[in-house]
């Protein structure tokens, strides 16, 4: 698995991050193709099109920050991210510790873009 270091070095794979794509998005673009015609141009055609994006996972008891590479086939996990404490402890705070898997927004996404130089 990379860490956020090696990201970061990658700059085609820094610019090929979808910040504002979802888990909920992400399933319907790449597992449900016959949904893709609601949301504009933007349709999967083949395992060709891919999406990079980060999820926050609160399964288990520390929620961990995924960088997923998927396309039509397979979600790949590239990145496995630990937060900050203090970040950590903000964040489940503010779900209420509710379990599943989330986009990234506010604190969270902030501090990705800050770690990975993105403006």
Do not use: C
Not at 55 to 70: A, G, L, Q, S
Request: aromatic letters at 10%; zero cysteines; proline letters at 3%.
């Amino acid at each position: 698995m990379m860490n956020l270091e090696e990201i970061k070095r990658n700059t085609d794979l820094v610019n090929s991050i979808d910040w504002e794509m979802t888990p909920e998005e992400a399933v319907r673009l790449y597992l449900e193709w016959g949904n893709n015609w609601t949301r504009g141009n933007y349709v999967i055609r083949s395992k060709d099109d891919v999406s990079h994006y980060f999820v926050v996972n609160t399964w288990k008891e520390e929620p961990v920050i995924y960088f997923i590479r998927r396309n039509s086939d397979e979600a790949v996990e590239l990145a496995e991210i630990r937060m900050p404490n203090d970040l950590k402890k903000r964040y489940l705070h503010s779900l209420g510790r509710h379990k599943g898997v989330w986009a990234i927004e506010g604190e969270v996404k902030s501090w990705l873009k800050q770690k990975l130089d993105v403006h």
